[in-house]
């Protein structure tokens, strides 16, 4: 093997020599060598063992094992260096008690015999990074107050799962006496360094496994939980605290089951009990709090974790959102029962409205030729009672019309507060009757909206005449408010001292067909016509209400932008 073949040097990072707390000392020729037991030996290695516990970079383990050997010889000098392809970064990592000649700085060798000395068979190729010498060639300068002269020493290899990745060399003045038990201190420290850096890389790697999944985690855009077998939350990802609102630190070890309704919580046992066992679980869904109220819906698939016996030791759920699906499903349908209700609509508005046009006309030649004829007042209330069915049920058929096919007029710009003043100019019958008053607070300088102005009267008719019926008989009151909301947006409430609506019954204010009014009385539809209208002006309507206290609706429409 030709020690002198070209081999290209790699880059050099090379750390000074640390000052020993013990002097250097010249040593005559045939000195007597130190004494060291082996429980000395063992005792100062330990204690390098143990400064390197827990964190340790190389370069540290390097320094603390080469002054543990220091310490026991100090007229030995010693060096430890790592290949730069086996170091964490592309150079030569070194400890030294001893400042390293300038030509065996860019190379780390080492020699048959270290190999042999550390339990190797002697490989056909130089370990990887390395150089491999017959026989030691001396690679560490006298200290300033030392004689220099020839030296002699030997090596050992630093390795790992049968892989040399560095060297320990120890050197002496050629012709003196070696140290007692050098040897078996050199080989104690090459074996525990190599350790100890294994040890340190895998616990480097561990803290930079665990930040990498946890900065996964924490920017990953889905919601994942990972759960021990006691049912306790592990990891929480910060997707998951976003949609749920929920926080992540009080999430921590909390049972899992309590994140789902008491209705869903033995199906999340059973899917959570068979993901322990081993079995395949189908995705299911969650309905979970949602941060700003309502609800989020999460649709989880759970897998086991494995430990590294292979036995399960806990469940990871990795979810997905189904919130906006699960709403843009809801459209959907709604969509194709409207579009099936306004087929049905159109024929029974069709069947009822040919009759009952015919009812109309009658009734009012009726009415008029009993009126002329001086007919008895009961006879007369009783064609006037027929009249009324008859306009309620021509009400009725044109709502329906309205609900199934809104109009599809061109929007303008319109005034918002006079399409207010007009809606309650139309309402003045309905407000003589209910014997309210009503309070006018307009806003000044509203911006005008881009709307189809008779439907934005029948929404505020509808919610006018609503409130009056709301209203109390005695002292009621209605009270009508726009007011601009930031730069773009305009909103309007209708406000009553009615009786309020139940919590019960307030989510279902705006599905067809459901009224709040005493049967009989109202169709259903007027809200739903006006949730629609609203939401094709791209605007919003909500409700608040409280029994005795009365009801609020707050329209909000965008506005252009002054």
Sequence with gaps: M???????????????????????IVTPRRQRAEDNTLAQILESLNHAQRETAGFATDEKILRCYVHALERLY???????????????????????????????????????????????????APPSGMTLRRTYESILLAGPTEE?????????????????????????????????????????????????????????????????????????NIPVLVVGRDRGIRV???????????????????????????????RVLS???????????????????KAGGGNARLQFTLAPILDSEGRVAG????????????????QVIHAEKLATLGQLAAGIVHEINNPLTSIAVYGEYLLSKLTRSGAE?????????????????????????????????????????????EAVEFCEHIVREAGVSVELDYGENIPEVNAVPGQLHQVFVNLI???????????????????????DRIWVEVQDNGVGIPGSELNRVFEPFFSTRRKGTGTGLGLSIVKNIIEEHQGTIEIESELGGGTTVRVTLPCIDQ
């Design 377 to 421: 007042h009961a006879d007369l209330k009783r064609v006037e009672r027929i009249l009324r069915s008859s306009d309620r049920i021509m009400s009725f058929t044109r709502n329906l019309l309205t609900y199934a096919r809104p109009a599809k007029e061109e929007p303008q710009l319109t005034r918002l507060n006079d399409v207010l003043q």
């Design 315 to 330: 469940v990871i759920a990795i979810g997905q959102d189904r919130t906006e699906v699960r709403a843009l499903e809801g």
């Design 148 to 220: 220099s002269l020839p030296a002699d020493g030997f090596d050992a290899p630093l390795a790992r799962a049968g892989e040399v990745f560095g060297v320990l060399v120890a050197e002496f003045d050629r012709g003196t006496e070696v140290p007692a038990r050098l040897e078996d201190a050199v080989l104690i420290a090459a074996t525990q360094a190599s350790a100890a850096i294994e040890s340190g890389r895998l616990r480097r790697e561990s803290l930079h496994l665990r930040d990498y999944l946890e900065k996964l985690l924490e920017h990953a």
């Design 465 to 487: 005449t609503n409130a009056c019926n709301a209203a109390p008989e005695e002292a009621g009151r209605v009270r009508l408010a726009t007011r601009t909301h930031g730069h």
């Design 271 to 289: 899917a959570f009990v068979n993901a322990l066992r081993g079995r395949d679980v189908a995705p299911f869904e969650l309905r979970l709090p």
């Design 74 to 124: 100090p007229q030995t000098r010693f060096a430890m260096r790592l290949s730069p392809r086996a170091a964490e970064q592309p150079a030569i990592v070194q400890a030294a008690t001893h400042h390293i000649q300038t030509e065996a700085l860019d190379e780390v060798a080492i020699t048959e015999a270290g190999l042999l000395r550390g339990g190797f068979a002697l490989p056909v």
């Design 2 to 24: 030709d020690d002198s073949a070209h081999r290209k040097t790699p880059a050099r990072r090379s750390l000074e020599p640390r000052v020993s707390s013990v002097k250097s």
């Design 236 to 266: 929480v990802s910060s997707a998951f605290g976003r949609i749920t609102g929920l926080d992540q630190a009080e999430l921590i070890a909390k049972d899992v089951l309590r994140l789902a309704g008491p209705s869903e919580r033995v």
